[in-house]
């Protein structure tokens, strides 16, 4: 209860004060002004192997260039979920070697924030992360928050308003999206993109929206390439496919497979006016790494807040379009129902 009342008093407060986000506004210009900032890092949320990951690179003395000067000193495990066996199952162990890597657990984000300069929301749980973002928003410190940026788009809102209001730079990336050659398609390698298809596994975690838990990486792979723009979704779901296809404002159409079968491929199709592209080989977690260190360092963000909740609304739409038998949904539609949403 103690949540609900906390994010209905944030909430009211930030209407009262005119912050309302939503996607017709930009507040990407607030996060170009950031000062250089060197630091000791936070991980709040002990419960995927990412804490893991991110800890070994950022702690090891033979850490690349890239990573100078930052280093995991704090970690908060939190409780984990005990509706989610992926969260409590796990939180143990990668506590222990978390702490095997020189970093201090501590019991409490407050405590956390007082010993780190930046933070890594890495709870696995995106229900938790809109409770877990504000005291971090709140204390000033740049943040990056692991996928899903929340397991709604009404709570996504929510932290991006949080973030706008105290005009501090926060970001969410899947690693999808520095999956081989998609950066170079964003940059113009193969001319005008005119459509895409990406494709990855889609396991479903009844905790959370069906595309969240890890379409997200996919969805993610095909907004890099394709932009913003999307204004409908169509999902035709099976028991072990989800085949989401959007149509763009420009009438370009891209579209996702969620499969469900043996296999843990991610990949996909890129089609431009110069050539055809096949998606390269997923490269690990370091890339998107290193571009939370330079946003850490900058506080500019390496994706926008309105590309991060319009991939939250296209799977928001998903959803709704499979509820309804594979009907087209308008975007617009689920942005406008997650506002108020997120205003209550």
């Not at 709040?44 to 990573?67: M, Q, R, V, W």
């Not at 939370?292 to 994706?303: A, K, L, M, Q």
Request: glycine share 12%; with cysteine.
């Amino acid at each position: 209860m103690k949540k609900n009342l906390n994010r209905r008093d944030f909430v009211k407060t930030a209407a009262i004060g005119g912050i309302g986000l939503g996607l017709a506004g930009n507040i990407t210009s607030l996060y170009g002004k950031g000062n250089t900032l060197a630091g000791k890092v936070g991980i709040i949320g002990l419960d995927t192997s990412h804490c893991i990951e991110y800890t070994k690179t950022l702690n090891d003395p033979k850490a690349g260039s890239e990573f100078a000067g930052y280093k995991v000193v704090a970690a908060y495990p939190t409780a984990g979920s005990s509706d989610l066996p992926s969260s409590i199952n796990r939180l143990a162990g990668f506590t222990e070697q978390v702490k095997q890597q020189g970093v201090e657990i501590v019991s409490s984000i407050e405590e956390l924030l007082k010993k780190v300069d930046v933070v890594l929301l890495e709870t696995v749980d995106g229900r938790k992360h809109l409770e877990q973002a504000l005291p971090v928003i709140k204390a000033g410190k740049r943040m990056f928050i692991d996928k899903p940026v929340a397991a709604s788009l009404s709570d996504a809102i929510a932290i991006f308003d949080a973030a706008k209001h105290y005009n501090v730079p926060v970001f969410s990336s899947s690693s999808l999206r520095y999956i081989g050659d998609a950066q170079e398609i964003a940059a113009g390698k193969i001319g005008k993109v005119l459509g895409a298809d990406t494709y990855g596994p889609c396991e479903i975690e009844k905790t959370h929206p069906d595309l969240f838990w890890y379409g997200i990486h996919g969805i993610e792979a095909l907004f890099t390439v394709m932009g913003t723009g999307c204004k409908s979704v169509i999902r035709v779901h099976t028991e072990n496919t989800d085949m989401v296809v959007g149509t763009w404002k420009d009438n370009r159409v891209g579209s996702y497979r969620g499969t469900r079968y043996p296999g843990y491929l991610f990949g996909g199709t890129v089609f431009g006016d110069k050539k055809t592209l096949v998606l390269g080989e997923y490269k690990g977690y370091n890339p998107l790494l290193i571009k939370i260190i330079e946003f850490f360092r900058t506080g500019v963000v390496p994706v926008s807040p309105e590309e991060t909740l319009e991939i939250c609304a296209f799977m928001e739409a998903a959803d709704e379009s499979k509820l309804k038998g594979g009907v087209s949904v308008d975007l617009e539609t689920a942005i406008q129902r997650a506002e108020k949403k997120a205003k209550k």
